[in-house]
């Protein structure tokens, strides 16, 4: 079956770095997505991935291994508000999304 | 401004009513998504639909029922066939008729408890 891992729940410090890793097992692989989710709110975009190698945006990044079926998100600098879900979700061949179940980031003073 | 709204918010229905979630978007966006979110789950998708007039059955299309007559619009109805109805959905759309390649936006989200 096809299958995205991801950390259900990550605690940093506000200031800090934090790495939100993704691992997948999909049939076939279209790209990948980051998406940030406040408690209560709708997900918003954040990154997306197609190729190998790291994308900056900002105080965020996203990485991309295709051969090892992996991506990880960045956050530098992290601030109270970034505390949220942060969801993974990979496109396959068949250019259906599927979706991690999100990693919980808590940002403490 | 540009972008999705979802109504209601909030919504209490009792078993064996089916109720009407509201999508609308004014972005000139081509596709439009229903999913459903649980607790500890990945977004799962109900129905979408890549032009008016014509939609699809998602992972999870039974007890939902959708229509596409406007661009604009893609309202979902929550039947009393769907035999676990609470959850959080969420209503999507991207440019383009090409599902699944681009950005999503999404709407705020309609919370359905069933009492």
């Known amino acids: 079956g096809q299958n995205i891992d991801q950390p259900t729940e990550m605690t940093a410090t506000e200031g800090a770095i934090v790495q939100i890793n993704c691992t997948y097992q999909?049939?076939?692989?279209?790209?990948l997505f980051w998406y940030q989710q406040h408690a209560g709110e709708a997900p918003t975009f954040l990154s997306y991935?197609?190729l190998d190698g790291l994308e900056e945006k900002g105080r965020f990044s996203s990485f991309l291994s295709r051969s090892k079926g992996y991506s990880y998100l960045l956050l530098k600098e992290l601030q109270m508000k970034d505390s949220a879900s942060y969801l993974c979700?990979?496109?396959?061949?068949?250019?259906?999304?599927?979706w991690g179940a999100g990693t919980k980031l808590i940002i403490k003073p | 401004d540009g972008g999705i709204t979802q109504s209601p918010k909030y919504l209490f229905r009792k078993e064996g009513q089916n109720v009407t979630l509201s999508c609308e978007q004014n972005?000139?966006?081509?596709?439009m998504y229903w999913y459903r979110q649980d607790p500890g789950q990945g977004l799962r998708l109900i129905y979408y639909?890549?032009?008016?007039?014509?939609?699809q059955k998602g992972d999870i299309a039974e007890g939902y029922s959708v229509s596409r007559e406007k661009k604009e619009s893609f309202p979902l109805t929550v039947t009393s066939a769907q035999k676990n109805p609470t959850a959080f959905y969420l209503c999507?759309?991207?440019?383009?008729?090409?599902?699944?390649?681009?950005?999503?936006?999404f709407g705020e989200g309609s919370r359905l408890t069933v009492l």
């Open positions: 999507a759309s991207s440019p383009g008729t090409e599902i699944n390649t681009g950005e999503l936006f």
């Open positions: 972005l000139n966006h081509d596709a």
């Open positions: 639909s890549q032009i008016v007039n014509d939609f």
């Open positions: 999909t049939s076939g692989f279209n790209g």
């Open positions: 991935n197609v």
């Open positions: 979700a990979v496109t396959d061949s068949n250019y259906q999304l599927i």
